[in-house]
Every structure is written in C-alpha cells, then in structure tokens.
C-alpha cells in the first residue's frame, strides 16, 4: 500500500521511532507502535474496511472505539484467528494479520452487493415473511436459499484448529472498582485511594486518560495529560490500587459482581511469552461501583450517511490528537451540540481546510469566534442532508435544518473528502442496565442517563450521568470516588482537591435531530442508515410502525436494530426516536431495549482459562494409581476418582482381561485397589439410634468387631446407597458407601443430624482418604494373608465372613474387613494411606492378580449382587430387588411410611431378576427394553429393563439383571429384549443369584 | 505415553527396592526440586512433610480445652482461626469441628489414646491429606487465580483459616506469613494432590517458580 499520506499530525499515543508492518487483506501497510489498526488504515486514508450485513455496501472506520458497528475484522489465522474484533480497538502490533469480514469474494468486489440494487424487494421483515411466516411455499423456499443466505449472513469465521494461547482467570476484590478511567475514573480513584480505600480502575483503552488523551484540554491551567500523570502517578504509590488498561468491564452482576476481560498477550502479537496469557479474565466483587463509562457520540442519519469517509466528529478529533491521522483534505463537520468546535479548531490549525454545520440557530458565540478565527467556516442553522460518493465521500450538501429535523431550504454542495457528524451523547449506561437499573430520560441533554444506582451500590460520575462539562465531570468523580468509599466502610476526613477544567463559558444545549429528512428538490437521496452494522434505514423503522409495531423490543426483533457485535451503540436511541416520531411518542415514553452481558463480545478462551486438557477437571487418584498406570490399567470414571476397570496385558483385548481377572478371584486369589469406598468415623453415645434411622435395618445388636450390610433410602423409601458398617468400639463405628457416593452420604448424615436430630450426640467424620483400601478375594485368599507378617488371625473361626478385626499388617496398623462383594472369601485390607502402593507391591510380588472394577462387576452381578446406580435408579425399593429381609418392620427409619403408599404396595412392581440368554453368545444391552412379543406394534409395552449384562466365564454363557414388571412371578417365562439396532433377543427370566447359591464360598 | 513426572517417580522407587517386606510409605507429591520460569522466587511450592494432623469434633468448648490444654497447651478460639505452638496448630474450621496439627506422631498417638469418643471424638485423618507450602512474591495472585475468597493480607491476616476451594479442589488454606509476599499453608486431600499440585504450577507459570520436592516420607 502507498505511504500513510494521512498521518499530518503529532500523536500523543503513538511512538514514531518505532514502527511496525503489519498485513490488511493481503496487503502490507505501516503504522506505529501505540497505533491501533484503524488508526494505522486511516493513515492511509478512509477507504472500505467492511461490508454491511444485508446490503453489503462498503463500509470505513466509524467510530474510535468499542462502539464500532462498521470496521469488524477478523485478526490472525489457523488456530489463533478471532473473528469480529473492532479494528478500533485491536493494538497494532509487528506484522499483524486481518482480514475484512462479510465480503465474497474480497472486500473491493463483493458480489452480495447485488442485495443493495434488489433492496426495494428486501424490506425489513422479508425474512420472517417469505421463510418464516408460514404458507406452501415456506419450507420450500428456504430449502432453496438457506445455504445461499447461510453463506451470506454472519460477520466472520469460526476458528478450525485448537487455539494455542493461553487464558487465564483472576478473583479479585475491593472497596470501590471505578469502571472508566477518564477525567471522572480518575478523580473517583484518587478521592477513594485517599479515603483508604482498596481501589481497582479498570479502562478498555490502552493508556489511561479516556477522553483526555484525544484533546488539548487543560485542567487547572496546565495540559491535562499533565494531570493525568500526576493522579496515576499518586495510584500507583498507594498500597492497594490496582489499574488495569486494556481491560473491557463486560458485565455486572447481583452484589457487585463483575466480570472484565483484560488483554495480555494480545498486544504483543503471536507468538505471545508462552507463559503469558493471551487474555485474562477478572472475576471482581466490588463492595462499590464507580461508574465512569462516559459516553459514546451519535450521528444524526442522512442519505447515503454510511460512506467510506463519514466519521463521527469525535472519532476524528480523537484519532487526530492521539494518532495524527486526518484521513481527508477537506473537512466538513456537522454538529447539533457544542463539541465539534473542538475538532474543528484542532484540524484547522492543522492546515485543513474545514466547514462546520451547526444546526443551531444560536451556538456559543465564544466558540464560534474561537474557530472562525483559525479559518473554519461556520455555517449556522446547517446541517449535513446527505454524502455522495459510494466507496469514499466525494462531497456533501448541507442544507438549513428546521428544528425536528426538516430541510427548508434547497441542499448547497459542498467539496469534502471526510465528514464528521455529532449529533449528541448516549451515556454508557449498559453496565447500569446489567443490574436492572432502568434508563431515565435527559431531555436537556436529549439522552438515557442511568437511574437509582445508590441502592445498588453503584455511583455515577462524568459523561454517563449526561453532563459534558470537564469540571462538572472531574467534580462528580470525586464526590462518587467519596461517596463510594464511604459506602464501602471507609471513612477518613479529606480535603477537597482543587480541580478545574476549561470549559466554555457560555455553553448552549444541543439540538435534537435525529434524521434530516431531505426531501427538497434537488436534494440527493439514497439510504439513510440508522444502524449501520445490521443496515437498518429509516424506511425499515417507518415500515415497522406501519406495520404496527410498538414496543422498541418488537423494534429491535423486526428490524434488527441493536443486534450484532455492537448491540447498537451509535444506533439505538436514534431508532427509537425515529420510532416515536413515527406513533408521536416521546423517546421517554418509548424507552430503550435491555442492555444485557457481555457488554463487547468475549471470546470463548476467555470463559474457558485454564480448564481445559489436563485441568479441565479435578481428578481424584488412589494411593496406587501409579502401579495401575504403569501396568496397563485403563480407568473408568466414578465421580472424579479413576478407577482401575481393568489392566490389559500386551496384546489382551479387554474381553480376554476380564476373563482372566474374573477366573482369577474364582480359583486363586485377585486384588483390588477399593481405596474410592467411602469410609465415614462415627463417633459418639447414639450411633446405633442414628443407624437405625438411615438405614432400613436393626443395629441394637451389633457387637464389637462385627460387620453388618445395610440398606439406606431417601424418604421415599427409595434406595440411595448401600454398605457395610463395622462396630470397632463401644462408641465408635465405621460406615462404608459406595464410591460415588461418599460425600453425599456424608452430607445425608450432617443434613439430619444438624436440622433434625440436633441432640443425638453422633459424630461423622470422613476417613475415605486417611486410608488405602486393598480387597483380597478368591479361595486361596486365606493363604495369602497368612503369608503376611502380622499379629491377625487369619482362621475362619477367630476371623468370620461379616467381621472386622485390627491390628499390625507388615509392621503397619490396619484394619481388616471380612467383607464379600465377589462371592469369595474376601478380606478388605485398611492401611494408611502412605502405606497402600507398598501392600499392594507386596500382595502383587506374593501372587496376587491385580482385577478392575469390570471383573468386580461380573463377580457380583453373578451373585446377584446389586450395585446402587445400576440395578437402582432412584426408583426402586429393597423390595424391588428382593431385599426384604434387609428391612425391619419392628423400628422406624427414614422411608418406612413410604412403604404404606399404594404404589410402593404393588406386587406387581418391577422386580429384580435374572436373565439368561437363549443364545449362549449374546451379552444382553444393559439398557435394553424388555418385552414380551417383539413383534406388536408401536408403541411397544415396556416391561422394564436390562440393569447389567456381562459375559460370564464360569457360566460359559452370557447373563443378565433386570428389572422386570411381576418379574418374581415370572420365573421361567421367555422375554424378548430390545436393541437400538432393531433387533430382538430372546431371555429366560431366571433366579438373579446364578453362582454359588448357598453363599458357601465366601463364609468359608 | 506415560507422564515424564510418572516414569521419574516409578525409576525412583525400584531403585529403592521397594517391592520388600517391609513397607515403605509413599507421597503423591514425590518430585525433585527445580526452577523454572521468568523469576523463580516469584512462586515457592513446597510440599510439607507428612502431617499427623487430627479431626476434632466437640459440641463443649470447656471439654474441647480440657482435653487439648495440658498435652498441646492450646485451646479453642470462637472464631476461623488458627492457634499455633510449638508442639501443634489447632484450627477451627466449624461450630463444632477443629483440625489439630501435631508437631509430633507421638503428640498424636497420645491424643488418639486419650480420647474416650464421647465428649471429644478425636479421629485420624494424618493420611488423608497433604499439606503444601505457597510463598514468594506472587503467590497472592497465584491464588487469586485459584480462590474466589478475598486472601488479601488486610480481610486473611496471618492464622486466617478458611475451607475453600482452590483450583476447584476443596482445600484448607491458612494464612502463616504476612511479608515477603506472603506464605500459605495448604492441606488438600490426597487424592486431588497431584491435580491441585500441576494446576499451581501451570498458574505460577506467568510468573517464574521454585518446586521443592517431598521430604522423606
């Protein structure tokens, strides 16, 4: 690209000893550091960044921050790449990508643009009514064009490979965050830093200084920049202030929630420190606000008010002074209100050539003295009645404006290569409304100023509150920077700083225009956009209320108004406004759409941080789990613990590791890491009161050193969980859950002991993870354990099945379970944690074979063992799986009375069964419908469900537990069972104890 | 492929023979020390020796006292704070639940001894967590990335004492040093160790750190 023609100033913001290339649409350009990348483009003039979303039209840099609806860009590539990103707000950095969006098939020639010549047959609403609204030819016309309209709707790319960066997230808290560090953030700051106040300031601008940094303004007689310095300066030798630039507030939550987004790496350009995140993002409890957000200028709307070269009057001022980039030879300003004098006086005295159009019929005679007099041609009672040109401004006419907007005279051509337009200031209330604080109207200042924030914890200070004036700004910061500290518990005396600012003596309001409506002879006409990022005219908002619409929401929905990236910040009080012209309402009694989180976009990696890959979730692991890993474990999820399923030996399918784990508890001896089991102490006088309520069974006669299982249900009388307690003293118990369910059971017990049985004098404390918990089964467990150097006697007399015994296993205390969950003999080995990984080296050295929970599975399934959360899901009682004996009918327990329900009473409810398959082979689909002719018609009669299939080594066949309408009255019956695939297999319904009926083995 | 970290941690203790009779106890945090990052003494991760740590739960304060105060010569405090000498550190975590920090095993074994499981249930959970170390001149915004609880030294001063999650793990974090930056003491169940452990480190990594690894266990 040819040089930057346009960079004819000195910018404060920019370091012109280093500059930097960087790539545009494929092309290469040069800016500065301290540029952002429109500045930078600007530098070389107000060409097309940008396409409108429905009409495709070119479209330039509009705007000078997060406002910006026109110039969205999509910066970087592969996996790096972000769509969207306002070039305004993006810092230029060495070598930078972007590319425009919304163009196809480049941003100089996009043949969407064939949408703004068939525009007269695309009215608002044409979506909803040719696609949407019903009739024969709907779905088939959509059918026809989605992918086409699919293709062309939508601003930029998704990324397609894994984004590299990284994000990070950060809490934070303090007594006041200040939200906006211009001329009002910073007084409120420095007034709440004096008050003793823990201070966060956060602002979206790389330097900090808001509105300050684009002007020449003076505060107490010297450059305010000077002040600003001076107040950061005074920030960052207090203790506990934190600033932060760069950093977009994007919303605010109920107590002083906040979030913001800070960029971190971005700045720097790819590839960032690897140990810099690219984006940080704040999670902040505030006990006060300040709001300091100020304002974002609007436009009033003329014809063809969307050209490349139509800028906002502010925005030039401020990539003027900040950057030095004037990106036209010939100004033309047009102005409602006082702030363009600015603008004009600072381009003039650049040597450009400029004309202001002030639609007033009076403005400041002071100010247009002061402008006169460095050359600019003032032209009273004009206002700006439309741009020619098409992918750059290459004139305009004003015309005399009457007060509601109305030409009244003939339209005078103007030479202008760039236009700047200022038709007033909309707060930036959308923080405010993220709390529910609702917008009141401004008639002097024609504007939506935030409301009843106080209560809230919210103080308002600057431009956001409606005031323009510097020292009306720097005044209220410092009473809300006061205000807020004392809120927030801080109460010091402190004097009064003297700030003042240079305003103009005899200030006169703004005139509200919203559109000109040209429609004089002679005059151009052409579009008129009032929201230029979703192309909304407005025709489109004179053909919503012809339509009939009212309410500024229904607005928004037909029209689209303040949708998209920018969510309407130059275009929805004009919209609204134009609204109430049409049904003669006032822009009060129209009100404004909810502003709602974010307040710009955020990206995803923002949201995400650090949770992801090896993070994303907690991981909980035994005491063994480096042995497990290390020898071929894969792991199932139960909770966030990872459990062993099973260990595959080189070239072993899991099938044939199951097998070999199963036939190895059968007829030798396996170990299993069973570390996850819950384990709760209890402790206390009145254990046996408090067993005997949560679980279904009696516990009067347990005795020391003894074990029982028992059954525990939610008040519904539906099981929850399930275990074995041991007695180990007089007033001490341990109490074993299932894995997942540890801590709720946990919470189970606190819930009643603390709000239902207060005085019950009972203790629960979890020990799951004080201990390694190694389960020994299979015949020749026995033999094992004997070999272990310990003072335990191992016999089946002075050590039972249902028993538990301590004492010194290997030199280390244990305590030791006679517990069965296989089937077999079975001891579960309780050592201190430490201590686990050497056990179970030692057991694996003596013989043992290490099995996962899928062995377990088989083993106990063939039992007929339930294992909670499979054979039960919340609906089932310990009738259901023919459990009855486990509950007493002689005491109460929680769930008993549910037992009298009608329903609960059926006998006829689903009961646990067995299945065996008529074809040996089959393993049955856990999941599995059941029914009995598989060949009636939809929809079938469920007849219950398959709860575990597995394959079973000892029955050489495939078998089943299931949960079966009348299924104790079924024995013997053949069933047929469901596949997704469609199929059917055929069941015999069994006894669901198919191994070891007697229970020999594992009391032997 | 099996973590850098495991293949360490496996060759380490094969060379110790651990496969004998007696048992040898292990850490899940058993890694060597190292530097690592922009400045290292920004963040000090120090995994602390094996606890002998004690849950206390008592509904009578006066009991609580009379059955600590001639061993420990601690006693209750009403609020979420720790008390510390130099036999142990009592911390309160609940209306009626305390975590007692022996100095010694022997401290611990006697409390376990004397208890009667009545007034005062005294249950041991030495194993069931690790206590690591957080210092250097960062560490308050490495936890700020991890806590949503306000660490600043002014609302955590020194023996503050919260139950929290960190990282999303739920931990016990006790505030032991004001200067320098600040140190934390750090008590997270065993089996969240090792997570809590790599998720520390990736957070300090913006900063610089220094891993000191597990003493003997």
Same mark, same amino acid.
Request: glycine share 10%; proline share 5%.
């Given at each position: ?25 494929? !092309? ?22 940008? &396409? ?36 305004? @707000?993006? $810092?230029?950095?060495? #070598?930078? +990508? ?8 480049? *941003? ?40 086409? *309209? ?61 509105? /300050? ?116 030879? &010939? ?26 159009? %002030? ?55 103007? !030479? ?39 209560? /809230? ?41 003297? +700030? ?40 489109? +908002? ?39 012209? @049409?049904?003669? /309402?006032?822009? !009060? ?22 949770? @992801? ?34 260990? /595959? ?69 539906? *099981? ?20 997942? #369910? ?7 017990? !606190?819930?009643?002991?603390?709000? $239902? ?9 979890? *020990? ?24 335990? %006697? ?180 053949? +069933? ?22 007697? &229970? ?5 | ?38 400045? =290292? ?38 609020? =979420? ?24 095993? =022997? ?13 005062? =249930? ?96």
């Amino acid at each position: 690209m040819d040089g930057a023609t346009y960079r004819v100033l000195d910018g404060c913001r920019i370091n012109k000893d280093k500059p930097l290339d960087f790539w545009f649409n494929g !092309e290469k350009f040069t800016g500065y550091a301290g540029d952002t990348l429109a500045s930078a483009l600007l530098a070389y003039g107000a060409f097309p960044v940008g &396409r409108g979303l429905k009409y495709h039209r070119p479209r330039g840099i509009y705007t000078a921050g997060s406002e910006e609806p026109n110039a969205l860009i999509q910066l970087e590539t592969g996996g790096r790449t972000q769509p969207n990103l306002r070039a305004t @707000q993006v $810092e230029l950095y060495g #070598n930078l +990508i972007a590319t425009s969006v919304n163009a196809w098939p480049s *941003i100089n020639f996009d043949l969407w643009r064939v949408n703004d010549w068939l525009s007269p047959l695309l009215p608002a609403g044409f979506y909803y009514k040719t696609f949407m609204g019903g009739g024969v030819a709907t779905g088939r016309w959509w059918r026809l064009f989605e992918s086409s *309209i699919r293709r062309a709707a939508g601003f930029g790319k998704a990324p397609s490979a894994p984004d590299p960066d990284r994000y990070e997230r950060m809490n934070a808290h303090c007594d006041v965050l200040v939200i906006g560090a211009g001329p009002a953030g910073l007084a409120a700051a420095a007034a709440a830093v004096k008050m003793g106040c823990r201070v966060i300031l956060a602002d979206e601008q790389a330097q900090i200084g808001g509105d /300050l940094l684009a002007d020449d303004r003076e505060i107490n007689g010297a450059p305010a920049l000077d002040w600003v310095g001076a107040t950061l300066k005074t920030l960052s030798k207090a203790p506990d202030v934190r600033v932060l630039n760069r950093t977009t507030v994007a919303g605010l939550y109920d107590d002083n929630f906040v979030i913001a987004v800070e960029s971190v790496g971005d700045r720097n350009g790819p590839p960032a420190p690897s140990q810099l995140p690219r984006l940080r993002m704040w999670r902040i409890r505030a006990r006060q606000i300040v709001l300091a957000t100020g304002a974002h200028e609007r436009p009033y709307v003329f014809p063809n008010n969307d050209v490349p070269g139509v800028l906002l009057g502010h925005a030039i001022r401020h990539y003027a002074g900040g950057y030095g980039v004037v990106p036209g030879r &010939r100004v033309l300003l047009g102005t409602t209100n006082d702030s363009a004098y600015r603008t004009a006086r600072m381009l003039s005295e650049a040597g450009l050539g400029v004309t202001l159009a %002030d639609s007033r019929e009076a403005p400041p005679p002071s100010l247009v003295e002061a402008v006169t007099r460095v050359g600019v041609t003032v032209e009273v009672g004009f206002a700006i009645s439309a741009v020619r040109g098409s992918r750059r401004v290459c004139g305009a006419e004003i015309s005399r404006i009457l007060r509601d907007g109305a030409v009244a005279s003939a339209p005078r051509s103007m !030479e202008a290569d760039l236009v700047g337009v200022s038709g007033g200031w909309n707060p930036a209330l959308h923080l405010a409304s993220h709390r529910g604080a609702k917008p009141v109207w401004n008639e002097t200042q024609a504007c939506f100023v935030p409301s009843n924030l106080t209560a /809230l914890g919210i103080h308002a200070a600057g431009a956001v509150t409606g005031v323009g004036a510097l020292a009306d700004c720097l005044d209220q910061g410092h009473a809300a920077g006061r205000a807020a500290s004392k809120a927030a518990g801080k109460i010091r005396r402190t004097r009064k700083p003297v +700030i003042e600012g240079d305003d103009v003596a005899d200030p006169v309001p703004l005139q509200k225009i919203w559109a000109v409506d040209n429609r004089q002879p002679g005059g151009k006409r052409g579009k008129a956009f009032v929201d230029l990022q979703n192309d909304v005219t407005t025709r489109d +908002i004179a053909l919503a209320a012809q339509e009939n619409y009212r309410s500024v929401e229904h607005l928004k929905r037909y029209t689209t108004l303040g949708m998209g990236t920018d969510q309407g910040k130059t275009s929805n009080v004009i919209g609204l406004a134009l609204m109430g012209q @049409q049904t003669a /309402l006032e822009p !009060e009694a129209m009100g404004v759409t909810t502003f709602r989180p974010p307040y710009t976009p955020i990206p995803f990696g923002a949201l995400v941080g650090r949770d @992801q890959g090896e993070l994303f979730d907690p991981v909980r692991e035994t005491p063994m789990f480096d042995w497990h890993v290390a020898n071929g474990a894969i792991f199932e999820n139960v909770q966030l613990w990872k459990r062993a399923y099973a260990y /595959l030996k080189p070239g072993e399918t899991l099938e044939q590791a199951v097998k070999r784990e199963v036939l190895a508890v059968r007829n030798g001896v396996g170990i299993m890491d069973a570390s996850t089991l819950g384990k709760i102490d209890l402790k206390g006088p009145d254990i046996v009161k408090l067993l005997n309520m949560v679980y279904t069974n009696r516990w009067d006669t347990l005795k020391v050193g003894s074990a029982r299982y028992g059954l525990m249900c939610r008040e519904d009388g539906m *099981i929850f969980d399930d275990g074995v307690t041991a007695r180990l003293g007089k007033d001490h118990y341990v109490m074993t859950t299932t894995s997942g #369910n540890a801590a709720i059971v946990l919470a189970w017990l !606190e819930e009643w002991l603390q709000t $239902e049985w207060p005085d019950m004098q009972v203790f629960a404390t979890s *020990i799951t993870e004080a201990y390694a918990t190694t389960t020994v089964a299979g015949p020749t467990a026995r033999d094992l354990m004997s070999s272990l150097d310990s003072d335990i %006697d191992w016999s089946n007399d002075a050590f039972p099945h249902m028993t538990v015994r301590t004492g010194k296993v290997m030199g280390v205390p244990a305590r030791v379970f006679r517990v069965s969950f296989s089937g077999e003999t079975s001891y579960e080995i309780n050592l201190p944690a430490r201590y686990g990984m050497a056990l179970w080296e030692a057991l694996v050295v003596r013989g043992a074979i290490p099995f996962g929970t899928e062995a377990l599975h088989v083993l106990r399934a063939e039992k007929g063992f339930i294992l909670v959360g499979q054979e039960t899901d919340g609906t089932v009682t310990p009738f259901d799986v023919g459990m009855g004996w486990a509950v007493s009918k002689k005491k109460d327990f929680i769930g008993k009375r549910s037992y009298a329900r009608k329903d609960t009473a059926r006998q006829d409810r689903k009961h646990l069964v067995g299945l065996l398959p008529v074809n040996k082979s089959t393993v049955l689909p856990e999941g599995g419908q059941i029914v009995d002719d598989a060949d009636q018609e939809a929809p079938m009669a469920m007849l219950g469900h398959v709860t575990s299939s597995y394959w079973s080594p000892m029955l050489n066949s495939g078998f089943a537990l299931a949960l079966l309408k009348n299924g104790r009255n079924r024995s013997g019956d053949t +069933i047929h069972i469901l596949s997704l695939d469609g199929n059917a297999d055929e069941a015999r319904v069994v006894d669901p104890v198919f191994y070891d009926k007697e &229970r020999a083995r594992m009391r032997g | 492929m099996k973590p850098e970290w495991l293949t360490r941690y496996f060759t380490t203790r094969k060379g110790r023979g651990c496969v004998a009779e007696i048992l040898t106890p292990s850490h899940p945090l058993s890694f060597p020390s190292r530097e690592s990052g922009p400045d =290292a003494a920004c963040v000090i991760l120090s995994v602390e020796p094996p606890l002998a740590l004690l849950d206390l739960r008592c509904r009578d304060k006066a009991a609580l006292n009379a059955f600590l105060n001639e061993p420990t010569g601690l006693g209750s405090s009403t609020v =979420a704070a720790r008390k510390t000498n130099p036999k142990a550190s009592l911390s309160r975590l609940g209306p009626d639940w305390w975590q007692l920090r022996c100095h010694s095993r =022997a401290l611990a074994d006697h409390l376990l001894d004397k208890a009667d499981d009545t007034l005062v =249930a005294v249950t041991d959970i030495s194993d069931a967590y690790v206590a690591i170390c957080l210092s250097g001149s960062r560490v308050r915004d490495v936890l700020a990335k991890a806590a949503t609880i306000d660490l600043h030294r002014e609302a955590f001063p020194v023996d503050s004492v919260a139950r929290t999650l960190l990282g999303r793990v739920t931990v016990i974090v006790t505030c032991t040093k004001a200067d320098s930056g600040g140190a934390f003491d750090i008590v997270v169940s065993r089996s969240n160790a090792r997570f809590l452990w790599n998720w520390l480190i990736d957070a300090a990594r913006e900063y610089g750190y220094t891993l000191k690894s597990a003493p003997e266990a």
